[in-house]
Nanobody, 122 residues
Framework: QLQLVESGGRLVQAGDSLRLSCIASGRYFHTYGIGWFRQSPGKDREFVASVSRGGSTTYYADSVKGRFAISRDNVKNTVTLQMNSLMPEDTAVYYC???????????????WGQGTQVTVSS
């Protein structure tokens, strides 16, 4: 069993940076791949970034590649999503998920946090 809590979302302006955190409680955090997804009203949840169990492998959606960076600290049970050069189209609720392996498919993740709202004004 794993509980995930996201934080760090807020209202920012286009071009700003923001850091989201996902803190996990429970055992064996290091055995889970972690993904960040986002969802806007009326849209499906979409993949943003993922990181492998050990943190050595990362994947990004094309829309955020070069702007966002995902990392994890298995001692602190934390995953961070550093978001730079934010654009209005990045506005969404951001969720972190944990599953047996990293994936760009939301159905691959077993546990989810409650989400944190990111709003980027133009």
């Amino acid at each position: 069993q794993l509980q995930l809590v996201e934080s760090g979302g807020r209202l920012v302006q286009a071009g700003d940076s923001l850091r989201l955190s996902c803190i996990a409680s429970g055992r064996y955090f290091h055995t889970y791949g972690i993904g960040w997804f986002r969802q806007s009203p009326g849209k499906d949840r979409e993949f943003v970034a993922s990181v492998s169990r050990g943190g050595s492998t990362t994947y990004y959606a094309d829309s955020v590649k070069g702007r966002f960076a995902i990392s994890r600290d298995n001692v602190k049970n934390t995953v961070t999503l550093q978001m730079n050069s934010l654009m209005p189209e990045d506005t969404a609720v951001y969720y972190c998920g944990a599953g047996p392996a990293q994936s760009d498919k939301s159905r691959s993740y077993t546990y989810w946090g409650q989400g944190t709202q990111v709003t980027v004004s133009s």
